[in-house]
């Protein structure tokens, strides 16, 4: 069954805005995990954010997770039209020797 | 250099027809899987194989046979294709096996249409 759910399914803003996207999840989870889907093209690791850990920064990416609500967000500052892409969170499941589960993801355009 | 290289990238081919695609990794990576993404962009497990071996089958109709020669490659054939098999696959690996850490690098997919 899925884990991750991302919110909104898609998202439209302007260059140089800040575009945050939402994942909720439903079990408990060691680590959780976004990636990035360009168009036609395979999902890239961007940021691995840990059970106990809050927020996390690369670049002008942030990470924050709350494993009390099971949801994680990801902030992108200052977007470019290059950030338009599908982002995709992803979580393990404590206790199963499972592979990554992804939700649905975001559609994130980026207008010039 | 690319690291998960799938082939081919598109394919067509008729209802009842048998295809194959291949996968190779070279990052030395122990796991290989292979996911597959439908048009709503919904990514599912299929299979997951470390160190040649079967260790995750996601209830995957048994039209799909993945083979692992070897640890860097992963080839997934396709019986019987029926309409509803029209989707994205995408080849992916991983250092290890499990989730707790690991990132997984995707390769580029393979659009299979089925007509």
């Known amino acids: 069954s899925q884990q991750g759910e991302e919110d909104p399914q898609a998202l439209s803003i302007q260059e140089g805005e800040n575009a945050t996207m939402n994942c909720s999840y439903k079990?408990?989870?060691?680590?959780l995990q976004w990636y990035r889907q360009n168009s036609g093209r395979g999902l890239v690791h961007l940021i691995l954010?840990?059970?106990?850990?809050r927020e996390k920064h690369s670049g002008r990416l942030r990470v924050t997770l709350d494993t009390s609500k099971k949801s994680s967000s990801l902030l992108i500052t200052a977007s470019r039209a290059a950030d338009t892409a599908s982002y995709f969170c992803?979580?393990?499941?404590?206790?199963?020797?499972?592979?990554?589960?992804f939700g649905k993801g975001t559609r994130l355009s980026v207008i010039a | 250099d690319t690291a998960v290289s799938q082939t081919p990238k598109y394919l067509v081919t008729q209802m009842g027809n048998d295809k194959s695609i291949k996968c190779e990794q070279n990052?030395?990576?122990?796991?290989m899987y292979w996911y597959k993404q439908d048009s709503k962009k919904f990514l599912k497990i299929m299979f997951s194989?470390?160190?040649?071996?079967?260790?995750i089958n996601e209830t995957v109709p048994n039209r799909f046979s993945p083979k692992s020669p070897d640890k860097a490659h992963l080839n997934l054939h396709i019986n019987s294709l029926e309409l509803g098999d029209s989707a994205v696959y995408f080849c992916?690996?991983?250092?290890?096996?499990?989730?707790?850490?690991?990132?997984?690098?995707f390769g580029e997919g393979s659009w299979l249409t089925v007509v």
């Open positions: 992916a690996s991983s250092r290890a096996a499990g989730s707790f850490g690991n990132t997984i690098y």
């Open positions: 079990t408990s989870i060691n680590n």
């Open positions: 954010i840990r059970s106990n850990e």
């Open positions: 992803a979580t393990d499941v404590i206790g199963r020797n499972t592979p990554l589960v």
């Open positions: 990052l030395g990576h122990d796991t």
């Open positions: 194989y470390n160190n040649k071996e079967l260790i």
